[in-house]
């Protein structure tokens, strides 16, 4: 029967953070939500350091606890590496209240938990179910399905959340895609067997190194629990397509290049194919419309370089969840003041930082010899993903970023 017409209050497409997130909350505001997923879980996904301000997010969806006894690895920071260059940003020290710690997750592991939870909850979630259309008549949606097993089928719902990540389901169909203004980077990555011994890691922070000599060429060394990392590097389309080599030499190469990291990987075993994302950053025209919202990467994803991702995402699905339930109770909702805006005060805090990043801006601040600690206590709340909170005069004023960059560059 599963796989016959069928009518709930909100259809959710895709299982990944935001969707099992979205999905957890308004079931539990009593909605029947019904998930979509196109793969089968567990399923590989990038973008497995996450920031504390994710713990508020899976706290609300009663998901924390669940997280906090699947032994994945503890994380309390990030650390930043540029030649002979080393400071970190220790998260419980910050100016916004809240979770000072997280995880760094294995991304298979991470999303089928989330999905289970929303599941044990009560939400509804068909693996293996592709959607392919999307008509919005009569105030009610009507998606098109690809079943694996069953072939085709309608669903009718009074909304549809997008949740599908790179996916980017309804911005494609409905012609909502926007190029993103940031420039086409390209990130080569893989998971090894770790072997680090050296006292230059802690294990209890990402490591985000500068290439030397290419300060918009950055990499990531992401731990886990079973001593096995992810790393990854990141650096211009043009810059890759003049390297020799297929990804695994270039990306071998560019961490031979690295420094500390370089003597941090001496025994790592790559015993895993190179997977390689270009052009990841994207946009779209609106996050909202008729019956539908945007969630997480479906709607805008900047750049990986502050692990920004997953926070988005279920902040993202929190908002979206209490509009939806604005919108369902007849309370027309302003879908623009309660949930784009309200959701782009943080993506655009995440932006300003992501470009003082590849404008050096805050790699010079990251990078200076005497930092305020309050100030220090202001960017570290931003890179733990509190980009929402406007008491922060890093979130408030953009300019904020360009002034400081100017009196570390004076010192
Ligand atoms: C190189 C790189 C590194 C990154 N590193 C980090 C990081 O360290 N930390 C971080 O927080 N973020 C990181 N990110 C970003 C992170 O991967 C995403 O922001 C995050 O996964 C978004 O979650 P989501 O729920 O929006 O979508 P996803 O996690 O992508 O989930 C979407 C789901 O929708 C499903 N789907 C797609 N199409 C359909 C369809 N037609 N029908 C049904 N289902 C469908 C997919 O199968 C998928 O399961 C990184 C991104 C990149 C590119």
Redesign the pocket.
């Known amino acids: 029967m599963e796989s016959s017409f069928c009518s709930v209050d909100v259809v959710v497409?895709?299982?990944?953070?935001?969707?099992a997130v979205v999905s957890a909350l308004l079931n539990k505001r009593g909605y029947r939500v019904l998930v979509?997923?196109?793969?089968h879980f567990p399923?590989f996904?990038?973008?497995?350091?996450?920031?504390p301000q994710c713990m508020t997010f899976l706290e609300e969806a009663e998901m924390v606890e669940a997280v906090q006894d699947a032994a994945f690895q503890f994380k309390n920071g990030a650390a930043f590496t540029w030649g002979d260059e080393y400071d970190f940003f220790n998260f419980s020290e910050k100016f916004t209240e809240g979770w000072g710690t997280t995880f760094q997750v294995q991304?298979d592991r991470f999303?089928k938990l989330l999905a289970d939870e929303a599941a044990k909850q009560g939400v509804e979630i068909r693996y293996g179910?592709?959607?392919?259309a999307f008509e919005n008549t009569d105030g009610k949606v009507l998606l098109a399905v690809d079943s694996e097993e069953s072939g085709a089928y309608e669903v009718e719902a009074k909304m549809a959340l997008d949740?599908?990540?790179?996916?980017r389901?309804l911005p494609r169909l409905l012609d909502l895609e926007k190029p993103s203004e940031l420039a086409v980077r390209t990130?080569l990555?893989t998971h090894i067997e770790d072997h680090i011994g050296s006292h230059e890691f802690d294990r209890d922070k990402i490591l985000v190194t500068v290439h030397p000599e290419h300060r918009d060429i950055w990499y990531?060394l992401?731990p886990f629990s079973n001593g096995r990392s992810s790393v990854?590097v990141?650096a211009p389309r043009e810059f890759l397509a003049t390297m020799p080599g297929d990804p695994e030499l270039q990306l071998k190469t560019l961490i031979s290049e690295g420094g500390r990291l370089a003597r941090v990987l001496t025994d790592a075993v790559f015993d895993t194919p190179v997977g390689v994302?270009e052009g990841?950053s994207s946009s779209v025209k609106r996050l909202h419309g008729e019956g539908f919202a945007l969630?997480?990467?479906?709607g805008e994803?900047l750049d990986?370089v502050f692990?920004?991702?997953?926070?988005?995402?279920l902040k993202s699905a929190s908002l979206a969840a209490e509009v939806v339930d604005r919108e369902l109770s007849n309370k027309t909702p302003d879908w623009e003041q309660e949930y784009a805006a309200p959701l782009m005060v943080g993506v655009n805090a995440f932006r300003e930082f992501v470009d003082g990043w590849y404008d050096c801006r805050l790699q010079d601040v990251i990078f200076a010899k005497e930092k305020s600690a309050q100030v220090k206590r202001m960017i570290s709340s931003v890179l733990a993903g509190y980009a929402w909170d406007t008491d922060n005069p890093y979130v408030r004023e953009s300019s904020r970023l360009t002034t400081l960059a100017e009196l570390c560059r004076d010192q």
């Open positions: 497409i895709g299982a990944g953070p935001s969707g979509l997923e196109k793969e399923r996904s990038i973008g497995e350091s996450l920031l991304r999303d179910h592709t959607v392919s949740a599908s990540g790179f996916g389901v990130a990555f990531w992401i990854g990141v994302i990841y969630l997480g990467n479906a994803f990986p692990s920004s991702g997953v926070t988005i995402a």
